[in-house]
């Protein structure tokens, strides 16, 4: 039984690599796609927006239905069905064609990370191997984002951005029966699915309610901006999709590491780890946005990947305390307002691109996660006062 637990977490966070990267690696690529359909950036950036909104939204149906019908159980179905629209992705003929492929996957993409960390904590009695399994999951994902944007720059110079979708999704299918064999099919616990029941106590916690919602200026913030940067840095630089993936890479190696460090950094700083980060951020997209030269870019996407993962995970944690029974429906509100407001901030900054610039684009994202990180601080001063 040891053995399949550990080979369980195992395939979980290799799918999560995958589908992490499934979203992270659009950025790098978007060039081609707008080249492939004789479309703007913006035009194109849309496909990103069909696949972040319906992340979001249906993330808060996925918990109750792991509760309903076994956590197992919905992850394998979605597991299967992102990797097909995956596949699917790389035959689109057109831009309204490749959003609605787009969006299907991220609808059933939705399942995968908030379900995903609340079966891996109901496989462990013990805390500390729960907190490392989860860990380890986490890590995962975080290696997913450090490798999508060189992967899916590297897939499309050699061949095209359907080469990306197609990799994925096999990727995915191959991840997808595995997991039939490895995961540990159990019964639902509840039973009915009731969205109501699922999260009154959640909406009953306005503290909760506070924190979760900072995940939205999170999101609108990195997400938002972080799908433009690819063809930001074709246009300052010249290079081709292939190097731009790669010196795109120290965000999310800044995130991969970050996140395995995080807990130690916010032991060592306490509330002010979230200031620091909505600083650092405030800091890095400001200079991004003057565009100061490529070599400054490697330390400025190392401090925006490391803002952004203290920030994500400090917020996730702190909610979590408030709800330590209900983590799945917690972490599906994160996910819901993360992904929200990542492709609201995508579809948006579309608009500022038409009107202004790149830059405009980079200066209100780092006021965003500036203000993120400010009201983050907040939140924990007066969290800690109440505990004294």
């Not at 492939?36 to 972040?52: K, Q, R």
């Not at 909104?53 to 069905?81: E, H, M, Q, W």
């Not at 499309?156 to 995961?183: C, D, H, P, Q």
Request: proline share 3%.
């Amino acid at each position: 039984m040891e053995s399949k637990t550990k080979s369980a977490v195992f395939l979980l966070g290799l799918m999560g690599f995958w589908a992490m990267g499934d979203n992270y690696a659009a950025s790098p690529m978007l060039v081609d796609i707008a080249g492939s359909f004789n479309i703007d950036i913006g035009t194109a950036a849309l496909s990103v927006a069909a696949y972040m909104l319906p992340f979001g939204l249906f993330t808060l149906l996925f918990g109750p239905l792991g509760d309903r019908y076994g956590k197992a159980r919905i992850v394998s179905i979605a597991a299967f069905g992102t990797a097909v629209f995956s596949c699917l992705g790389a035959l689109a003929f057109n831009i309204t064609s490749l959003a609605l492929i787009r969006a299907a996957n991220g609808a059933l993409a939705a399942a995968i990370l908030p379900v995903t960390i609340s079966y891996v904590g109901d496989l462990f009695a013990d805390p500390q191997k729960r907190m490392n399994a989860i860990g380890s999951v986490m890590g995962m994902y975080f290696l997913g984002a450090a490798a999508a944007t060189a992967i899916g720059g590297g897939l499309s110079f050699i061949g095209s951005w359907r080469l990306v979708y197609l990799t994925y999704g096999v990727a995915e299918l191959i991840i997808a029966f595995f997991m039939l064999k490895y995961l540990i099919f159990t019964p639902g616990t509840a039973k009915t699915v009731g969205l109501r029941r699922a999260y009154a106590n959640a909406f009953a916690q306005p503290f909760l309610l506070k924190t979760v919602v900072l995940l939205f200026l999170v999101g609108f913030a990195v997400f938002g901006s972080f799908t433009y940067l690819g063809d930001f840095l074709v246009e300052k630089t010249g290079l081709n999709i292939f190097h731009v993936g790669l010196v795109m890479t120290p965000f999310g190696l800044a995130a991969y590491i970050g996140g395995q460090k995080s807990g130690d950094i916010r032991q060592r700083m306490g509330p002010q780890t979230t200031l620091f980060a909505g600083i650092l951020g405030l800091i890095s997209w400001t200079l991004l946005g003057q565009w100061p030269g490529l070599y400054y870019v490697f330390p400025i996407l190392l401090g925006f990947g490391l803002a952004f993962v203290l920030l994500q995970s400090t917020i996730i944690i702190t909610a979590q305390q408030q709800l330590p029974l209900q983590r799945g429906a917690v972490m599906s509100l994160c996910s819901f307002n993360m992904f929200i407001g990542g492709g609201l901030g995508v579809s948006a900054n579309r608009f500022l691109l038409a009107g202004w610039s790149y830059g405009a684009i980079f200066t209100i994202a780092a006021l965003a996660i500036m203000a993120a990180g400010l009201l983050a601080y907040r939140l924990l001063l007066r969290l800690a006062r109440e505990q004294i």
